[in-house]
């Protein structure tokens, strides 16, 4: 995920047309899932946070894929950001 504030700002903008500058908080996973982004702004400009997990992946609240945006509440990112779910070792063979 190489994506930065102006991307990840365009984004909100176009895809999810709502407004970084409007007071939301805004998650970006990769497709692997071990990869978060946060971006919204704060009083002196555009904050991103960016957590990279060492292994595992973040456990994502069931939602619907075609979907632009989900609304959580802070509560909710809190526990997907500390709650990790572990990645199986073994992984299932192709048929």
């Known amino acids: 995920m190489r994506k930065s504030f102006y991307t990840l ?3 909100v903008n176009e895809s999810m047309r709502q407004d970084v500058r409007g007071g939301g908080v805004f998650i970006f996973i990769n497709r692997r899932g071990n990869i978060m982004k946060i971006l919204h702004m704060e009083y002196a400009g555009m904050v991103i946070y960016h957590k990279k997990l060492e292994s595992g992946r973040f456990k994502l609240p ?15 990112l809190m526990m997907m950001v500390e709650s990790v779910k572990l990645r199986s070792d073994k992984l299932k063979k192709r048929s």
């Open 9 to 11: 700002s365009g984004i």
């Open 62 to 76: 069931i939602f619907d894929e075609q979907a632009t945006s989900l609304s959580i509440h802070w509560n909710d």
